[in-house]
């Protein structure tokens, strides 16, 4: 297998999975939230039943941020918080959730935390400690913060990576592709050495080490003749008549104009020249170096 294929391949693979852990990535942010909804949910209804309440309801449940969500009630209730605690372990164990979580349970009007404890592998700590005290009837929302979700962090991490080095290899496969090219006309021989460049009439262009410039018909023609003819006067009318009135067609200033874009192309090369020889025509003058 030659490099190339071999870094074809190893870059299609790349951009494959990237794209494929990004789709897995977003699919799984969308189960792991309808899980938890569901599951707060059934917590929300659990404790309606505490509070011997069959008709109000249970609000639908907010994503407030990442990994975060909360619990509201139409009606007023009140609980024991060790009640919300078994609750919320069960329902969360049923529905396998992560073990790591924060609850804070908020009174609505004050605005700030009545209750709250932390679960880490399945290990209660409480933040807020008011187990064995009933909370009073009154508006509350609870509020859940998964602590160990990072999964999708990680796939979205991988993808993005998968992309970057998927884009090099291909930039590196483009830029080796288009030197290979450019050194294979060079190694042909269908050229002629104009200072450091190569021109090469057939193609259209002239190439400087591994830059390739490209030139228009005329510009090809009129450079094709100058190469012929080094360090030679070449009159204007047999350029004119050579490159347009043979095709036809000739404007004015033409040829002053095709000159000077020819100057600008070959203007890296300062052993170049193309000179005006006032009232006879003009000639490419090389120097060595």
């Known amino acids: 297998m030659t490099k190339r294929i071999f870094f074809k391949i190893s870059g299609f693979l790349f951009i494959l999975v990237s794209v494929i852990l990004l789709f897995v990535a977003k699919d799984d942010n969308t189960l792991f939230s309808e899980r938890v909804k569901v599951s707060l949910r059934e917590v929300g209804n659990q404790l309606l039943l505490i509070n011997q309440d ?19 009630f139409e009606e007023p209730l009140s609980f024991e918080p060790s009640q919300l605690v078994s609750i919320i372990d069960s329902t969360f164990q049923k529905a396998e959730l992560p073990k790591n979580y924060i609850v804070e349970t908020i009174a609505c009007e004050a605005q700030e935390v009545a209750y709250s404890f932390q679960i880490l592998n399945n290990v209660e700590n409480s933040i807020v400690p008011c187990s064995g005290r009933v909370l009073p009837e009154s508006c509350y929302a609870i509020e859940v913060v998964f602590t160990d979700v990072q999964s999708n962090a990680s796939l979205k991490q991988i993808a993005f990576y998968g992309f970057l080095f998927g884009g090099f290899v291909f930039l590196f496969l483009g830029f080796y592709k288009r030197k290979k090219l450019i050194l294979q006309a060079t190694e042909s021989g269908d050229y002629s050495e104009i200072g450091s460049f190569h021109f090469y009439p057939e193609q259209n262009k002239l190439v400087k080490l591994a830059k390739e410039i490209s030139l228009s018909k005329k ?55 193309i000179t005006n020889v006032h009232g006879v025509g003009y000639k490419l003058e090389l120097t060595e170096r």
């Open 54 to 72: 069959s008709m109000s309801l249970v609000l639908p449940v907010k994503a407030l941020k990442k990994n975060s969500f909360q619990l509201t």
């Open 219 to 273: 510009e090809c023609e009129l450079l094709e003749i100058f190469a012929a003819n080094p360090n030679q006067i070449i009159k204007r009318d047999e350029l004119t008549k050579k490159v347009w009135e043979d095709h036809g067609v000739f404007v004015g200033r033409s040829l002053d104009t095709y000159i000077s874009k020819l100057r600008k192309k070959l203007q890296d090369d300062s052993s170049i020249k």
